[in-house]
């Protein structure tokens, strides 16, 4: 899957229980590794980094909000 978006734009992610959703957001936020591929965001190739480099780039540039 590639995706794509603007600086600044919105994505909204919708599907049923069990579609995804969350594991897409994990995988965009260094949570999770992926089992093949690999998972690029703002340049830095997240499947090869390690578990320090992933945490500074967490605290840098993710943000969650989780609702109630």
Do not use: H
Not at 26 to 54: F, K, M, Y
């Amino acid at each position: 899957m590639n995706l794509e978006l603007e600086a600044g734009g919105y994505l909204a992610l919708m599907g049923p229980s069990g579609s995804g959703k969350t594991t897409l957001l994990n995988l965009i936020a260094g949570l999770d590794r992926p089992t093949s591929g690999e998972v690029i965001v703002c340049g830095q190739d997240l499947s090869r980094a390690t578990e320090g480099e992933l945490s500074r780039w967490r605290a840098r540039y993710i943000g969650f909000i989780f609702q109630m």
